[in-house]
């Protein structure tokens, strides 16, 4: 299905808000796009209490869990300025003396069997439903995900009381993810019992020869309702790492609903990716990861390139719904610990952050879109860079000295090191952020070409819409030395600041206000 952008009127409101509107209940995400038959779905949203009813294909479908919270995500002011635009739902927000929300609604989760569906069945129905929210970009006013489908494959369990020389049924389930990686075929899905907590090893070490397919893509998930924890104290090891897959092509694959704990607050990243691997049509979904410090970058996941083409590239990379707490060094002082992150390197075409979520980092930027050049002879491109419905928080800790930007787009390291710059980054497209607790907010910024004979901007074309920033102390929003940007409908504290620099950009600045938190009151 085709995902819409918002159209706004001269008010500032969307035009045609609700028209199409079939309830007021929010889907934000799922578990899976594709599952087999028998398998269990997961639906993110808000207001799913009004949902009276899941249906594939017209056929109604067993919901074993109803609406309970889900506590990792909190109703953000993004969100609620969502509800407002579209007419969808109605929250106010309250904020206490500082200006920090205090609102208690959360996102809501609904567990379903898929348990009357045939292979080939398509579409899922969500009765009661009037907003679904695109999984990298976008939202329908609709009722109903088309592209959902049904495919073939089995369903499996892994407990760790089980025994990988059982036959993996609910009854008598394997014992771990690993035997589970290896002895499943594309189409499969495994569901993880919430006792499977003292692995001694990395769970996960994907390769080619254990991926889905484009048709039959592989699901890991938590089982409905529970929430398996890997504890990296006892391991000392990432639960995904992707270090052995060099010159593999990895893809097809969804984790979800996995813990990643370190008490110590120095555990590794949840996601090892670095060495050379091609990776298609992998999907991190509502996943919680605490206390990791990944020392250089990315607490939850640095994304690095591949190929020497974006058709050979890593290509759609989704992280959706993720929570980070407490991700830097225990005493707060490293500013280089990033928590999602983009490095460059080679090639990528797309990549996806929605609706994730950190809290309590120290003094490192959280989203970061960085070129790494200086010393390696690769070709750098990034595109299709999409960060909608993220609920970021800068270093807000008051033993954080540093406060650098929260959500930063730039081709390079400043000078001595004016080499490291990206090739190519084009399409940015940042919308219904919530951002607070940086120096700047929300950054789209070339430092110095590093080719004084090339004048073109690396930073192509961005848009930073209908987001919400608050509580930084610097400028909220900056523009600088692009080739076009859209910044229009955010409500902010300081407002937009648009430095352009380079002769042939053209920007599209207005209809953004300065009335945090009133707009939303």
């Keep these: 299905m085709s995902w819409n952008c918002p159209v706004f009127d001269s008010t500032g409101k969307i035009k ?28 993110y949203g808000f207001n799913l209490s009004s949902i009276t009813d899941v249906k594939v294909n017209g056929k109604s479908q067993t919901i074993v869990n109803t609406a309970y919270d889900y506590d990792h995500l909190p109703l953000h002011p993004a969100l609620m300025k969502l509800g407002k635009d579209t007419g969808v739902f109605d929250v106010d927000l309250t904020v206490d003396g500082g200006g920090e929300p205090t609102n208690t609604e959360k996102y809501q989760k609904i567990d379903v069997q898929l348990d009357d569906v045939v292979s080939g069945d398509t579409g899922i129905q969500f009765v009661g439903c009037g907003l679904i929210t695109g999984e990298k970009e976008g939202y329908s006013l609709t009722d109903t995900i088309s592209g959902f489908s049904v495919h073939t494959g089995n369903v499996y369990y892994v407990d760790i009381n089980g025994d990988n020389s059982d036959p993996g ?13 290896s002895n499943t075929s594309a189409g499969d899905a495994v569901y993880v019992r919430e006792n499977a907590t003292d692995w001694s090893t990395t769970a996960i070490i994907p390769s080619q020869s254990t991926s889905g397919t484009s048709s039959q893509p592989k ?45 110590n607050l120095n555990g590794p990243s949840f996601i090892t990716w670095r060495p050379p691997s091609g ?27 591949y190929g020497s083409s974006y058709a050979t590239g890593c290509i759609d990379i989704r992280l959706i719904g993720n929570y980070c707490d407490q991700t830097s060094d225990p005493g707060l002082t490293n ?22 979520r950190n809290t309590r980092h ?17 070709s750098e491109h990034a595109r299709n860079i999409t960060a ?24 390079a390291d400043p000078s001595p090191w004016l080499r490291q710059r990206a090739d190519w980054y084009e399409d940015v497209d940042w919308q219904y952020n919530s951002v607070s607790g940086g120096s700047t907010g929300m950054r789209v910024w070339q430092v110095n070409d590093a080719d004084p004979g090339d004048d073109r901007p690396p930073i192509l074309d961005a848009v930073v819409d209908n987001n919400v920033v608050y509580n930084c102390s610097g400028t909220d929003i900056s523009l600088d030395w692009y080739l076009t940007a859209n ?11 648009d430095l352009a620099s380079w002769n042939g950009s053209s920007s599209t600045v207005n209809t953004n206000s300065t009335n945090y938190p009133g707009d939303l009151q």
């Design 169 to 181: 049924t609910v009854a008598e389930p394997w014992a771990t993810l690993a035997y589970a990686l």
């Design 487 to 497: 910044a229009q409908n955010n409500l902010t504290e300081s407002g937009v600041s």
């Design 335 to 356: 500013n280089n610990a990033h928590v999602y992150y983009l490095g460059g390197r080679s090639w990528t075409d797309g990549y996806h952050v929605t609706h994730c």
């Design 279 to 305: 990776k298609r049509r992998i999907r991190f979904v509502a996943n919680y990861v605490y206390g990791a410090y990944a020392s250089a970058s990315g607490a939850f996941c640095e994304v690095s390139g």
């Design 388 to 411: 909608w419905y993220n609920n970021l928080e800068g270093a807000k800790q008051p033993a954080a000295t540093n406060k650098p930007n929260v959500m930063l787009c730039s081709h």
């Design 16 to 43: 045609d808000a609700a028209l199409s509107s079939q309830g007021d209940a929010a889907v934000f995400f799922l578990s899976a796009e594709s599952l087999p038959p028998d398998s269990y779905l997961t639906i």
């Design 219 to 263: 699901l890991f998930s938590a089982y409905p309702g529970e929430s398996p924890t890997w504890d990296s104290v006892v391991s000392a090891d990432q639960f995904i790492d992707f270090t052995q897959s060099s010159g593999d092509v990895v893809s097809d694959l969804t984790f979800h609903g996995f813990s990643h704990v370190n008490s």
């Design 362 to 378: 120290g003094s490192g930027r959280i989203y970061q879109i960085y070129g790494h050049t200086a010393t390696e002879t690769i």
